[in-house]
């Protein structure tokens, strides 16, 4: 979100917009943002009995499964 706002400002600044969607999103096609990875190592010593994804913690029905990130 600190790296979306940084943009949002700059362009608001600067009126570097291009098109009216632009505009309305504060954000240019051509800006880019830093993917997150988040990385769970477990050290227990028993085996993991627990979810491994998302979809995993989740109780949606399977027909919705597609339509979920699954990280």
Wanted: with cysteine.
């Amino acid at each position: 979100m600190k790296e979306y706002k940084e943009l949002e400002a700059k362009n608001k600044k600067y009126k570097n917009y291009k098109t009216k969607h632009e505009f309305l999103s504060k954000f240019q096609k051509t800006d880019r943002l830093h993917p997150i990875v988040t990385i769970c190592i477990y050290y227990g010593e028993d085996e993991w009995d627990g979810p491994r994804s998302l979809i995993d913690m989740l109780d949606i029905p399977e027909e919705f499964e597609s339509l979920i990130s699954d990280y």
